[in-house]
């Protein structure tokens, strides 16, 4: 079950490895190059919220996320924006489960109505992994779209926290 302290890990600074695919609703669309990035990850309402925001060079933009957990419910829900939009996105909400957080929303994208998912998984101290998919049928299948692989700069301090434990 989730907890206010589930995205602990990501506080902090971080270097993303980022692979998108060309196209985000065609399965067999070839990955792009690898780019990288940078993040920073605060907390908030002592560790019920967080914001982080990522620079993406490669893309000519900027992201940032902010997270917020529900106690009634005890799920979080995920909100994104991006510098290129100026707009939150609608957000996924979800909850970690054995170490494994996933969040579903719904969305649009190039004029299609999109169901979102967003998967963490892989949280260490020093590491963790992100996924997008978009699916066009409700959730039958999903196409990942945008993997990130997060790693912790060499300088930087680790910070303890295991979500859903």
Not at 72 to 98: I, Q
Request: proline share 8%.
């Amino acid at each position: 079950m989730s907890t206010p302290h589930d995205f602990d890990f990501l506080h902090g600074d971080w270097h993303g490895a980022h692979r998108r695919r060309a196209g985000f609703l065609d399965p067999d669309s070839p990955w792009g190059p690898e780019f990288t990035s940078t993040s920073h990850c605060r907390p908030l309402f002592d560790g019920a919220a967080n914001i982080d925001e990522i620079d993406m060079p490669h893309l000519g933009s900027k992201g940032l996320t902010l997270r917020l957990f529900d106690p009634s419910t005890r799920l979080w829900s995920l909100h994104w924006s991006s510098s290129t939009t100026g707009r939150l996105f609608p957000p996924v909400v979800g909850a970690f489960v054995g170490g494994r957080g996933e969040f579903h929303g719904d969305d649009t994208y190039e004029g299609e109505k999109v169901r979102v998912r967003f998967v963490w998984s892989g949280v260490s101290e020093a590491s963790a992994r992100w996924e997008q998919a978009f699916s066009v049928d409700g959730g039958d299948t999903w196409v990942t779209n945008w993997i990130m692989e997060f790693t912790r700069p060499p300088t930087a301090l680790p910070v303890s926290g295991t979500p859903g434990a």
